[in-house]
């Protein structure tokens, strides 16, 4: 997966709830595996995490706790050194005579791999897609890459255990190994070989050598209760083997792992069941899918789902992407149950809320009843967002455009950066096109579009379509589509989808539109532009499976930078603020599949590619609908809808969750 793929950003919906299984089991018998970045161009070190992934192996990004190292080092002097400057000290390994790999059968049991429940939240970096649009084409499949660290990367006891050597091995071990189909010896293939070691004293700060023997026997201290814990929780844990997170270091607070206290359900509770409003049709019969209930955009209980959004956030950073997508569902039936909310039992009622989210409820009401230095009805999971240092500066990286979680880790974890100055002068060369014009224009996308200003944008726009296309009798429409259709006041950016009755006219139609606006110079930037649905006739995606990600690009489409040329001449500078704006190309018979792909919230757009599959045996996306079968015929669910509106509300109805308006797809 590449460092920016600017087609995609990171709101992409998801059904299934784990990566895809390694092709192979390789490298399955390999302890952690650390990619060392030195020499590596982004596109390149990404496919090298997605080989070792796809056989088997382990990535891990602390290079502590990997046993094999691969990198683009020829030298032994300069792999020693590369491992010392990423804090991993060791001493040399003469080399012997035959070196073949080490099994995981052969390590410690003390330090055997641990298996993470998924229903857990821990931590952490490598770029990744980034979705710039308000809707996913990455069918019922979450948008993530097949080396996500959120489900391959391992965990072990801090410090060095009875195995403590590293071997640096050169690329072509990895290489050779899959094409062998086995692991192969690393005879030839090894750079340097060491034994971990601790720091050495005399390479610490004063300060931190008079510490050390204190800290040496609080960590065996730790290492050991840490040891005693993994094999207390082995048993109950070896059935979620596929999600392994990392470590987060030790400068964030520990304050986002902390539980909110147990709720408890009492006597009196069940006692007053009889005051609780009657239950939605939707609770009383178990819909699960967002997609067939309304949740309108100021829902009953909305200050309690900003804190559940806060906590989702921290999940996004963390790369807890189990824990991201139980959260959405959580959310969107909050968002989507019409009372006001008394009780934590209430909750337990929702499709997809369970007794952790009843106990923030439960913190939730408690804090807002007393007097509390934090605001009334804050939970602390989700303060956290604002307090630990490591998420702010984190999340302040992933407001960047063009910056999704995992680059925004790279930067911190990797580059060390911790605010866009740093970014500015030390990696400015290093940043994509893209992020850098994020950077440059970081206060002015954040401030938000307001109504008015994106339908003058989505007038300018058609009144360019029709200018270039004058055969269109000036019937081309422009329906501006995200969070504006939802009814939201202000806007991240401006989603314009552009279309017309004869399909001449919208071919190839893109490319028009943004050099007539760049000749004007409402365009200052034009960061991606995309003729895929041109290429293959704008006809609907054909259906090739389930690969996640690979379908977003299934329209024409131009992300652009946007401002107004119209200022005071008199001014030096064009003082108009600089917006994000998408248009997107859709042929008229499938025009409906654009309008309702590019309209709901997050949840709702994945929600209704499952529900599609599941019911149906249907794919969707924004280019239209097709069976799940060898053939994938079309499926036209639109046909005789005289306008937009009435193919979209077709579509919806045809294919069984009912028409809603858009103001009531907002799960958030």
């Known amino acids: 997966m590449s460092d920016l793929n600017l087609a995609t950003k990171g709101s992409a919906p998801s059904d299934g709830l784990i990566p895809d299984a390694p092709q192979t089991t390789i490298f399955s018998d390999q302890g952690p595996i650390f990619i060392l970045p030195t020499h590596l161009p982004m596109d390149r070190l990404h496919g090298i995490e997605d080989k070792v992934v796809r056989n088997g192996g382990t990535l891990t990004y602390d290079i502590s706790e990997a046993e094999v190292i691969l990198g683009k080092i020829s030298q032994k002097k300069r792999g020693a050194l590369e491992l010392r400057s990423r804090g991993l000290w060791t001493e040399e390994i003469p080399d012997p005579v035959h070196l073949s790999p080490p099994s ?105 050598a008079a510490a050390v023997s204190q800290q040496r026997s609080t960590s065996a201290i730790l290492r050991r209760a840490k040891e005693d814990a993994f094999s207390q929780s082995s048993t109950t844990s070896s059935q979620h083997s596929h999600f392994r997170r990392p470590r987060e270091p030790l400068d964030g607070q520990a304050s986002q792992r902390h539980p909110p206290a147990l709720y408890r359900q009492t006597t009196s509770e069940h006692d007053e069941t009889a005051d609780l409003p009657p239950e939605p049709d939707w609770v009383r019969e178990g819909i699960a899918y967002a997609c067939q209930r309304s949740a309108p955009l100021h829902p009953p209980n909305e200050d309690f789902i900003s804190q559940l959004v806060k906590i989702r956030r921290i999940r996004e950073l963390t790369l807890d992407e189990i824990g991201v997508r139980a959260y959405s569902t959580s959310i969107a039936a909050i968002a989507a149950y019409p009372y006001v909310i008394k009780r934590p039992s209430e909750i337990l009622t929702l499709p997809g809320c369970e007794a952790k989210i009843a106990n923030l409820f439960a913190e939730y009401q408690q804090r807002g009843s007393c007097n509390h230095t934090d605001e009334d009805g804050n939970v602390s999971a989700a303060n956290t967002l604002e307090t630990d240092p490591v998420l702010r500066v984190l999340n302040q990286f992933n407001l960047i455009w063009g910056v999704g979680v995992k680059t925004a880790r790279d930067f911190y974890y990797h580059r060390g950066w911790r605010d866009l100055d740093d970014i500015v002068e030390n990696g400015w060369n ?148 600089h917006r994000r704006v998408d248009i997107i190309i859709s042929p008229w018979h499938t025009v409906g599949c654009a309008v309702l792909g590019w309209s709901g919230d997050t949840t709702f757009e994945r929600d209704l590619r499952r529900y599609v599959k599941k019911a149906h045996g249907w794919k969707f996306d924004s280019s239209g609908v097709r069976e799940r079968t060898a053939g994938g015929r079309v499926i036209d669910l639109e046909h005789g809808g005289e306008t937009w509106e009435e193919r979209e509300r077709l579509l919806m109805e045809r294919m069984g969750i009912g028409w809603r308006p858009p103001h009531e797809r907002c799960t958030r």
């Open 430 to 577: 290093s940043l994509t096109r893209a992020q850098q014009i994020g950077v440059k224009f970081f206060d002015e996308f954040l401030q938000g579009v307001s109504r008015l200003e994106s339908e003058s944008i989505a007038e300018t726009i058609c009144r360019h379509a029709n200018r270039i296309r004058p055969e269109a009798e000036g019937k081309v429409e422009c329906i501006i589509v995200g969070g504006y259709r939802r009814g939201k006041e202000s806007s991240g950016d401006v989603d314009v989808i552009v279309t017309h009755r004869d399909e001449n006219i919208t071919d190839s139609l893109i490319v028009d539109i943004v050099t007539s606006l760049e000749a004007e110079q409402y365009v200052t930037h034009t960061l991606s532009l995309h003729l895929t649905s041109s290429h293959r006739e704008q006809q609907t995606l054909p259906y090739r499976g389930d690969e996640p990600g690979r379908h977003f690009d299934s329209l024409d489409k131009a992300l652009v930078v946007w401002q107004d040329p119209q200022f005071d001449k008199t001014l030096k500078k064009n003082p108009n603020p």
């Open 104 to 208: 995981q059968s052969d390590v410690e049991p003390a330090l055997k791999r641990r298996k993470i429940d998924p229903t857990s939240a821990t931590s952490t970096l490598a770029a990744e897609v980034v979705d710039l649009s308000t809707e996913s084409e990455s069918d019922e499949n979450e948008i993530h890459s097949l080396h996500d660290p959120a489900s391959y990367l391992v965990l072990h006891p801090a410090g060095p255990g009875p195995e403590k050597s590293v071997a640096l091995l050169s690329l072509e071990w990895l290489d050779q190994s899959i094409a062998a189909g086995s692991v192969i010896p690393w005879n030839s293939f090894v750079v340097y070989r060491g034994r971990k070691i601790p720091k050495p004293v005399s390479a610490q700060s004063p300060t931190l």
